[in-house]
């Protein structure tokens, strides 16, 4: 297969990429845009041309003991204010966001390796998703309960300081997602990702117009110790995490050692798309290509990385999958009609081509990608062509294991109860999906998949409000997206009023 590639965007914007590595990138901390401790550094690379884009702080233990310890100092402010009050500077912060809404998409792009039109949903994604929580802020309710002739009510109080941990795939996006304990009360210390870091940077010097000093802090590093001696910090009381799941677990264990702490990990899936043989191929095939998140080159936790068909019609859909995979245009990030850039960085490009051998090893049937694209101009860039492999063995690594990149693997079935079994033999459970015309049957299955977020006859999409999350090694501790955040960042109190 020869997939041309797109050029022209990275040469339009030359200048404006330039430009990054002059700008005076800062961590956030108590109020002050300053650098790393002992002024380190480390460098950020475009995945599109692999050259250097900027150098950005690293910061050290003591920073991010500054910034916990800011937080902590502005906490009694913050939780003082009225959180209509605080909405509306979360509200300000937002259209601050929209305002250098291009200037955002463009970090995330050319630092993550998206598209530029994914890029700009992402701030479309986040704006939504600010003005939700802030709309929330009056539904922090309590309530009282008649047991006895005293009154006896319940008051939502903030938590305390929150440490935000988030990954690359989705920069911009999951950063703005602070809001939710901020308009809960509550200071946070954000640790963005050191693969693509410069969306939050940019996020930070908005933030600090905005907030009072110390309620929004930013700190990043190159490597664990940033984000491990921010989960052990004393003064941290929440944490919320994003990411894969060793890291996960790192995260919890960690936080047991140094206190008590509530912790909430969104992690990784190895999902499951069931297709029966009632229903229409190419509404399956397109299904599982959105589904499959090639636009992000599958670095997403919600990918439906395994596409089960009942076997009637499992020639077929494999067929039009491949060719709708094959088509896709994968190219330069910053050209307005890519359809997919780039892996973050060299050590996901390599990992995705692991899995790929793995897979050919394990006897997988290749039947299109297969590793970096062909022809003029793809000698340099993390490509990986959306990569589909039939005949998959339900218990083949391939089948099991996360990739976290463009590879679909396709595995038949022939009865629902075999379906269900082969969607719940992973240790995973974030996302699945039905795909059938037999109401019954599709209530059925959506009942038996042991994943925290399903779709009837749909995929991947998520809609304001409705909660996201995983179980099993998919995550724990709540929901997000939703109310049930917001209130996340929150304690319940109980009064007690006895009458004399």
């Not at 984000?227 to 994003?242: K, Q, S």
């Not at 060793?246 to 190895?270: C, N």
């Amino acid at each position: 297969m020869t997939t041309p590639r797109i050029s022209g965007g990275h040469a339009a914007h030359a200048s404006r990429i330039a430009a990054l590595a002059e700008h005076p990138w800062r961590l956030l901390i108590g109020g002050e845009l300053r650098s790393a401790g002992e002024g380190a550094t480390f460098t950020t690379f475009d995945p599109f041309t692999e050259q250097p884009l900027a150098r950005v702080p690293d910061a050290t233990v003591s920073d991010v003991d500054a910034a916990a310890d800011a937080a902590a100092a502005a906490r009694g402010l913050w939780r003082a204010m009225p959180a209509t009050e605080r909405a509306a500077l979360v509200l300000r912060f937002a259209d601050l966001v929209e305002a250098h809404a291009d200037e955002l998409a463009f970090l995330d792009c050319v630092d993550a390796g998206s598209p530029i039109g994914n890029a700009r949903f992402d701030v479309e994604i986040a704006l939504q998703q600010m003005r939700m929580f802030a709309g929330f802020a009056l539904e922090m309710k309590g309530q009282t309960i008649p047991a006895s002739n005293a009154l006896h009510l319940t008051v939502r109080e903030p938590v305390g300081v929150v440490a935000k941990i988030w990954p690359y795939n989705h920069p911009l996006m999951f950063a703005c997602r602070m809001a939710a304990p901020l308009v809960a009360g509550n200071p946070v210390v954000g640790k963005p990702p050191e693969a693509a870091p410069l969306s939050t940077l940019r996020l930070a010097e908005l933030a600090a117009e905005v907030f009072p000093p110390g309620v929004v802090n930013i700190v990043v590093g190159d490597g664990p110790t940033t984000p491990d001696r921010l989960v052990r910090h004393p003064a941290v009381r929440r944490i919320g995490f994003i990411g894969s799941e060793p890291t996960g677990r790192a995260i919890q264990r960690a936080a047991a050692e140094s206190a008590v702490k509530h912790v909430t990990l969104e992690l990784g899936g190895k999902n499951a798309m069931v297709a029966f043989d009632d229903c229409d191929v190419d509404e399956v095939a397109a299904g599982a290509v959105f589904g499959m998140n090639f636009t992000w080159s599958g670095q997403s936790c919600g990918s439906n990385s395994r596409l089960l068909v009942q076997r009637s019609i499992y020639g077929s859909v494999v067929e039009r999958v491949a060719a709708l995979a094959g088509a896709r245009r994968i190219g330069d990030p910053l050209d307005e009609t890519s359809e997919q850039g780039t892996m973050i960085n060299r050590a996901q490009y390599e990992k995705s081509l692991a899995y790929i051998d793995i897979a050919l090893s394990e006897g997988a049937r290749l039947v299109t990608g297969g590793g970096r694209p062909e022809g003029d101009g793809f000698d340099t860039g993390y490509f990986v062509a959306p990569t589909v492999f039939a005949d998959v063995d339900p218990a083949s690594r391939i089948a099991r294991e996360e990739v976290f990149g463009p590879v679909l693997s396709v595995i038949p079935f022939d009865t629902e109860a075999e379906a269900v079994a082969i969607a719940n033999s992973v240790e995973y459970g974030l996302t699945a999906s039905v795909w059938t015309r037999d109401l019954d049957r599709a209530h059925r299955v959506a009942r038996d998949f042991e994943a925290g977020h399903t779709w009837i006859n749909g995929s991947s999409s998520h809609f304001p409000n409705v909660p996201y999350g995983g179980v099993k090694g998919s995550g724990v501790g709540g929901k997000e997206e939703c109310l049930e955040e917001l209130l996340s960042y929150t304690e319940e109190k109980v009064i007690n009023v006895m009458f004399r």
